[in-house]
């Protein structure tokens, strides 16, 4: 009986040790900002130091995704699921599907779907550096600016701010330009476009600032940001 009372108590402390083993302690990450959207810039708070947690060169970086429509306005639709599916509660942020598509939801009856912007070669800009990565973590503030090329392509540029990529020209996901007249979309799933339309289609862009490395265990973003509403001429 001592000997199996004794085997009991070894079993329930390497019981122990492996709860509290699995569990560990958690360090989140998490820093204030603000983003200006008249300026399309992007600013951070370090009081405490906190932006030293992140791995040099992997952060905070700039993620860039569209949606296409008839509409002027952007959809608000996709910026709420955004931030309700990954930012959540900062503390249990997830990452973002590697690839193009990020995300869709339904309204009216559409599904809106969002995607990241690619290049010319396809590319798709996955965790941790996205399109832009600041070359400094303790520098992380950004100002940028988007317009349209007569090409029907996007022109990234910074206008402030020591992030890699300073310049490049943007396409929609699969690489090619975007498409300005409604007759030739053929089933685009970036695009949301009524059979009657008549006026100009909109590239609606969304910006988000990612930082998923370092000395914590979350993934960290800030809200995701309408930045542009362009006209395709």
Known sequence: MKMRNHI??????????????????????SVDYSFNSDTTTFTFTNPDNILSWI???TGPSLMLAYIVTDEPKHPSILATKFNSEFRRNVVDGRMIPSGSKILSTLKDDKEYTLYKLSNSNGNEFNAPYFFSTATNPLNPDIQFSLSLTS?????????SGSYTNPNQELTRFN???FIAVPSEIADFPDYVVSDTVVGSLFIHVYAA??????????????ELHPVASIPLN
């Open 209 to 222: 600032i990612n930082v998923s490395e370092g000395d914590f265990t979350n993934r960290f973003w800030t």
């Open 151 to 159: 090409n029907n392509t996007l022109r990234f540029s910074i206008v």
């Open 55 to 57: 791995t040099p060169s």
């Open 175 to 177: 690489g090619n330009s």
């Open 8 to 29: 009991l108590r070894m079993v329930s402390v390497f019981f122990l040790v492996l709860v509290l083993g699995g569990c560990g302690i958690m360090t989140v990450f």
